[in-house]
């Protein structure tokens, strides 16, 4: 595949108890991409700490790490600590600041961004100016697909922020909750909030994913759906992530909708099987999911 994504955003520790995962959702996003052999970069900002260099050293290993990693010499590398629900549901208590909300403009960014067929970007490292204004630029100086990860963690975001970073996407995807709660005008169908959603903001397409119920695309006035996979959940983190790689893929290809519909669910599924955001594909196994 030709095409080059560049995933932008935040890089951090996910801990769990005494166990810590590299993760962060555009990182995650792009560790997929690797997997699915799509040429990707990342683009973030970690510290000089302790923490900074063994993630530097994961992204290393995972074929992550170049000159779009930048290193803060003040700011400390984000560790997260994840709380699982008793439905294995995870949130998050994520600190503030840290080196990614001080993601600069480069020229070796501004660079990668011209040359990219897609640029991946969320909310959360939108949280402060800086980096907010850094994706701004990129967007700014790109042709690229853009593809809105919505990804919300209260109380890192402001319905403006949302709002604006919407408006610049081609492609927008988020989960049912956080389309209930940017569409709250609509009371009815899931259809219909993403109808007052397209009216809004214009996307190419919109991607609402449904956990356990699998997900709906809106794409060219074209509806998209598919019922899920089930699977023994040992966690959630990182399944959304999983999807959104594996559908990038996919539209990058250009396969059809509902083939990439199915094997964003697929992978997302086999991931929820999984501790941790980022586990080693098993093709054989994704392969069984789908068979049911």
Not at 41 to 48: E, P, Q, T, V
Not at 186 to 199: T, W, Y
Not at 250 to 273: D, H, R, W, Y
């Amino acid at each position: 595949m030709n095409n080059k994504v560049l995933c932008f955003g935040e890089v951090l520790w996910d801990t769990f108890g005494n166990e810590k995962k590299a993760g962060g959702a555009p990182m995650n996003v792009a560790a997929h991409l690797a997997q699915q052999k799509v040429d990707v970069g990342f683009a973030s900002r970690i510290g000089s700490d302790e923490p900074g260099i063994k993630l530097a050293g994961v992204l290393k290993k995972s074929g992550l790490f170049s000159e779009l990693i930048q290193v803060d010499e003040e700011l400390p590398t984000c560790e997260v600590t994840v709380q699982l629900d008793e439905n294995n549901q995870a949130t998050y208590i994520i600190p503030e600041p840290v080196s990614w909300d001080n993601i600069q403009t480069t020229e070796a960014l501004v660079a990668s961004a011209v040359k990219a067929s897609a640029i991946v970007f969320g909310s959360l490292a939108c949280r402060t100016r800086t980096t907010r204004d850094t994706l701004l630029n990129l967007l700014d100086e790109t042709k690229a697909l853009r593809i809105f990860d919505v990804n919300l963690r209260a109380p890192h975001y402001t319905l403006s922020t949302i709002e604006n970073l919407a408006a610049r996407a081609t492609v927008v995807k988020m989960n049912e909750e956080e389309a209930n709660l940017l569409i709250g005008g609509s009371n009815g169908h899931l259809l219909d909030k993403i109808a007052e959603f397209r009216a809004k903001y214009h996307p190419q397409t919109i991607c609402v994913t449904r956990g356990e119920n699998g997900a709906m695309i809106w794409h060219n006035h074209e509806v998209y759906e598919h019922p899920g996979f089930k699977v023994n959940v040992v966690d959630t983190v990182g399944a959304g992530d999983a999807f959104l790689a594996t559908f990038i893929a996919g539209i990058l290809e250009k396969q059809p909708m509902q083939q990439v519909l199915e094997n964003a669910c697929a992978i997302g599924a086999f991931v929820t099987s999984k501790r941790g955001a980022n586990p080693v594909y098993d093709w054989a196994e994704i392969d069984a999911i789908k068979q049911g």
